[in-house]
Structures are given as C-alpha cells and as structure tokens.
C-alpha cells in the first residue's frame, strides 16, 4: 500500500495496518469527516482507487458486502488456490496474477 501511495494513487489498506498511516481506514475516514461503520466505508470507498487487502481478508469484516470488479493477486505463485476464491468471487471481470515464477512449489 505504501509504494502505491507514494506513486500518488489514493489506496485504502485494509486489515492490520498502523492508524497513523495515510492508507489506513482511520485515516480515510478522517479525511472523510465519517465514522466507522458502514456509511463511512462507503464515504470512504467513493474517494479512494484502490483497495489493498489479503486474499482471505477481500472476503471478511467491512469488505464483505463490496464487489471488486478488478482483482489483482500479487505473490500468486505463494497463494493457496481456496484462498483466491475469495476476491475472485466478489465481481471480478478481470484479474491478474502476479508472482515469481522461481516460487513455484516443486
């Protein structure tokens, strides 16, 4: 989330994530001028590019009712296969794995 924020691209970290970082859900909604819950994800979601989160944290807490039409899978050659079923399974029209190829298990 850092390297993407620094490129200029709004992100949103989701899961464990300091609060005084810019991309971290505290610091959304603080900009927002919105409270935790769900009103203030959605405030949150209509001013940020990019959600980050774990395969496993895409389907649970907040993010659970959202739909991500775009899905990147970074370290995918690291990732169990249930595990991308996850945000694979919450709209996404297009994905795109990302991984080292070096990493594969033998």
Same mark, same amino acid.
């Given at each position: 989330?850092?390297?993407?924020?620094?490129?200029?691209?709004?992100?949103?970290?989701?899961?464990?994530?300091?609060?005084?970082?810019?991309?971290?859900?505290?610091?959304?909604?603080?900009?927002?001028?919105?409270?935790?819950?769900?009103?203030?994800?959605?405030?949150?979601?209509?001013?940020? #590019?990019?959600? +980050?989160?774990?395969?496993?944290?895409?389907?649970?807490? !907040? &993010?659970? *009712?959202?739909?991500?039409?775009? @899905?990147?899978? #970074?370290?995918? +050659?690291?990732?169990?296969?249930?595990?991308?079923?996850? !945000? &694979?399974? *919450?709209?996404?029209?297009?994905? @795109?794995?990302?991984?080292?190829?070096?990493?594969?298990?033998?």
């Amino acid at each position: 989330a850092e390297g993407l924020q620094n490129l200029g691209v709004r992100v949103l970290r989701m899961g464990l994530c300091p609060a005084d970082k810019p991309y971290s859900l505290e610091s959304r909604l603080a900009e927002c001028g919105a409270k935790r819950g769900e009103k203030g994800l959605q405030a949150v979601m209509q001013t940020i #590019d990019v959600v +980050a989160a774990t395969c496993i944290g895409s389907g649970m807490g !907040p &993010l659970n *009712k959202l739909k991500f039409p775009f @899905v990147i899978v #970074d370290e995918a +050659a690291q990732v169990i296969e249930p595990a991308v079923t996850l !945000p &694979l399974g *919450k709209g996404a029209v297009q994905a @795109v794995m990302v991984g080292d190829q070096c990493q594969l298990p033998a």
